[in-house]
């Protein structure tokens, strides 16, 4: 009877162990307690702001004097309420991390404010000068930013949009910590301009 008992047990153990090899997918960590919210920032000229606090997006009609609205999205390019383009004390700091979950901590400093710049609008791209926040806004090919456009993936029958999946800090207009990671930018016809985002708001930093 033992050496039955033993042969099961080893018989089980080696299905278990094949199993886990024969399926090297491991279940993601879900439990980063972050909201999610898409905004349709798909029209050149226009901003869509949005405020952490209330989790929805808000008119604003005075954005350089306005301290209800935290972030705002415009195609590829964001603005913070921070520097030229608000009087709040925002602004982005780039983590290391693609992962939100193991972001634990908002740094005490390194953020960036928003300055002015030049932007590319429209189809075909028109030079256009902006205030936004450099260090997550996408672009061209672009490596840091939240989002990469390149045509040549276009030319190939591809979308030309992606997402980088940068984890960023940002800083809300009151001062409080937002750590942000936009996982989607294109819509349910694959059309670009809708930066589908997960968040966690936190008051002092640690998330």
Same mark, same amino acid.
């Given at each position: 009877?033992?050496? @039955?008992f033993l042969s099961l047990v080893f018989g089980a153990l080696t299905l278990a162990s094949c199993s886990r090899d024969d399926n090297n997918e491991v279940t993601p960590n879900v439990t980063d307690n972050s909201k999610e919210a898409t905004v349709d920032a798909s029209a050149s %000229?226009?901003?869509?702001?949005?405020?952490?606090?209330?989790? !929805?997006?808000?008119?604003?009609?005075?954005?350089?004097? /306005?301290?209800?609205?935290?972030?705002?999205?415009?195609?590829? #390019?964001?603005? !913070?309420? =921070?520097?030229?383009? %608000?009087? $709040?004390?925002?602004?982005?700091?780039?983590? +290391?991390?693609?992962?939100?979950?193991?972001?634990? *901590? &908002?740094?005490?400093?390194?953020?960036?404010?928003?300055?002015?710049?030049?932007? *590319?609008? $429209?189809?075909?791209?028109?030079?256009?000068?902006?205030?936004?926040? =450099?260090?997550?806004?996408?672009?061209?090919?672009?490596?840091?930013?939240?989002?990469? #456009? /390149?045509?040549?993936? &276009? &030319?190939?029958?591809? =979308?030309?949009?992606? @997402?980088?999946?940068? @984890? #960023?800090?940002?800083? !809300?207009?009151?001062?409080? #910590?937002?750590?942000?990671?936009? @996982?989607?930018?294109?819509?349910?016809?694959?059309? %670009?301009?809708?930066?589908?985002?997960?968040?966690?708001?936190? =008051? +002092?930093?640690?998330?």
């Amino acid at each position: 009877m033992k050496k @039955v008992f033993l042969s099961l047990v080893f018989g089980a153990l080696t299905l278990a162990s094949c199993s886990r090899d024969d399926n090297n997918e491991v279940t993601p960590n879900v439990t980063d307690n972050s909201k999610e919210a898409t905004v349709d920032a798909s029209a050149s %000229g226009t901003w869509k702001y949005f405020s952490f606090e209330k989790g !929805t997006e808000v008119t604003v009609t005075d954005p350089e004097n /306005d301290l209800t609205w935290d972030i705002a999205f415009q195609r590829y #390019y964001i603005k !913070t309420n =921070s520097g030229v383009s %608000g009087k $709040g004390n925002g602004g982005v700091f780039k983590t +290391d991390s693609k992962d939100i979950s193991t972001v634990k *901590q &908002a740094p005490t400093s390194g953020y960036t404010a928003d300055k002015k710049g030049t932007a *590319q609008l $429209g189809y075909p791209p028109v030079d256009t000068e902006l205030s936004y926040n =450099s260090i997550i806004s996408g672009g061209m090919k672009s490596v840091n930013g939240y989002v990469a #456009y /390149d045509p040549a993936l &276009a &030319a190939q029958g591809k =979308s030309p949009y992606t @997402v980088n999946k940068w @984890v #960023y800090v940002v800083k !809300t207009a009151k001062g409080e #910590y937002v750590k942000l990671q936009v @996982v989607d930018y294109l819509d349910a016809k694959n059309k %670009g301009g809708h930066p589908k985002f997960k968040y966690v708001l936190s =008051s +002092d930093g640690k998330f």
